[in-house]
């Protein structure tokens, strides 16, 4: 039996191979490895995909989530709000700052910000008045654009940026609409195995507001000024280099595309296992850039599943095991409302299946058949579980 792989990179790879390797030789005949003409290219074409005014490209999605916190001078003192289940560089970058991050609890179906968890958390801080509301950065989960009127509304009544996190959900819509037209920054990251990934580190930023994306250029080298000498704050070494975004040239021409086929994918397995397990909810006119395909195995029997699944051959990852409240060096920080107990089921019950815009029919046919019998597997464990042990 062939090995399935959990992301085929390979099959895309291939697809573009030929137009990068022309571009990757133009690079290396000119020797512009550092701010090439690739970066203004790239940048001008990510512009045009989602209509934001300025795009800002950077060395990875937590350069893309710092930078912004630097250019509004968020430090010590400051409170910004963030899911507790996400990826670790969304809470990271707040304490890198200085600032405290508040984690605040998700829907238990989209996986996504819950917005009266964040107004009761923001309401807290306010009362407790030891911290200054800042900022909130939401996430587009798995894929998911977040649903951001709401979250834009406790934004708006308290005076708080809002940053998309669209490491996952570059590209995503709701009503057609993408992130930035709700966020005042939209950041993502271009890692390898995001939908929209490079072939080494990568990020941007995106902004309709010009004064920003003017800071952040400057905070990307080192916070230069006007004349490149004069350094006029602090900044980074932050640059996506020109190989990188050569290949996102390159990628992003064939991204719609792909959206499709995850987006095919996606519903053929939501057809396929239906009443089987519970798959992360898309809400009506969303359209997701599926990073991830993430079901729910409620009852406390999810290494049981994976581990069946594995026998089959077939690998599965789980997104996440451990709220960012919950991890070592971040668990000082503050847990908004009442705690986060959606966060703690999904880190107990989720995982996710392979997923990539090459999965053929027949491949899917496996991943498919082997969670229908890594579920019986699972059944049958729970049938000959005393009740007194069960989870
Ligand atoms: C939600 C989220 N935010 C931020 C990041 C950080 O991106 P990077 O690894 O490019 O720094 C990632 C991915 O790794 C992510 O999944």
């Not at 064939?254 to 095919?264: G, H, M, Q, S, Y």
């Not at 000082?332 to 107990?348: D, F, M, Q, S």
Request: charge should be negative.
């Amino acid at each position: 039996m062939t090995p399935i792989p959990f992301i085929d990179l390979a099959t895309q790879r291939d697809r573009v191979r030929p137009a990068v390797e022309a571009r990757l030789g133009r690079i290396m005949d000119q020797g512009a490895f550092i701010m090439g003409p690739d970066v203004a290219e790239l940048e001008s074409a990510l512009g045009v995909f989602t209509g934001a005014r300025e795009t800002v490209t950077c060395g990875s999605g937590t350069d893309a989530l710092v930078m912004p916190l630097m250019a509004w001078g968020i430090g010590a003192g400051d409170a910004v709000f963030v899911p507790s289940f996400t990826f670790a560089a969304t809470a990271e970058v707040v304490g890198l700052v200085g600032a405290t991050p508040v984690f605040v609890d998700v829907l238990p179906g989209t996986f996504n910000l819950d917005p009266a968890h964040l107004r009761q958390s923001v309401e807290e801080i306010v009362r407790r008045g030891e911290l200054v509301p800042r900022a909130i950065i939401a996430v587009d989960l798995f894929g998911q654009i977040a649903d951001y009127a709401p979250i834009r509304a406790v934004a708006d009544e308290f005076g708080l940026k809002l940053i998309s996190d669209a490491a996952q959900g570059f590209g995503s819509t709701r009503d057609g609409r993408q992130a930035g037209a709700f966020a005042d920054v939209v950041a993502t990251s271009f890692y390898p195995a995001k939908p929209l990934g490079c072939w080494g580190d990568g990020g941007a930023m995106q902004t309709d507001d010009a004064d920003l994306a003017a800071i952040l250029r400057s905070i990307r080298i080192h916070g230069q000024g006007t004349d490149k000498y004069d350094n006029v704050r602090l900044g980074l070494t932050a640059r996506l280099d020109t190989f990188q975004a050569a290949v996102l040239v390159e990628k992003l021409a064939i991204f719609p595309d792909e959206i499709e086929a995850r987006t095919r994918i996606a519903r053929r397995y939501h057809e396929r296992l239906d009443g089987l397990v519970l798959p992360q909810t898309i809400d009506d006119n969303v359209v997701s850039t599926w990073a991830q395909y993430t079901v729910r195995i409620p009852g406390g029997q999810r290494d049981t599943f994976t581990v069946a699944m594995r026998e089959r051959g077939v690998p599965t990852v789980i997104y996440y095991g451990k709220g960012l409240h919950q991890q070592t060096a971040y668990r000082h920080w503050p847990v908004g409302g009442n705690g986060l107990p959606v966060t703690e089921a999904l880190c107990r019950d989720v995982v996710s299946l392979p997923m990539h815009a090459y999965l053929d029919e027949a491949t899917q046919d496996r991943i498919i058949d082997a969670v229908r019998e890594s579920l019986d597997v699972l059944n049958r464990a729970v049938a000959e579980t005393p009740i007194s042990g069960r989870a």
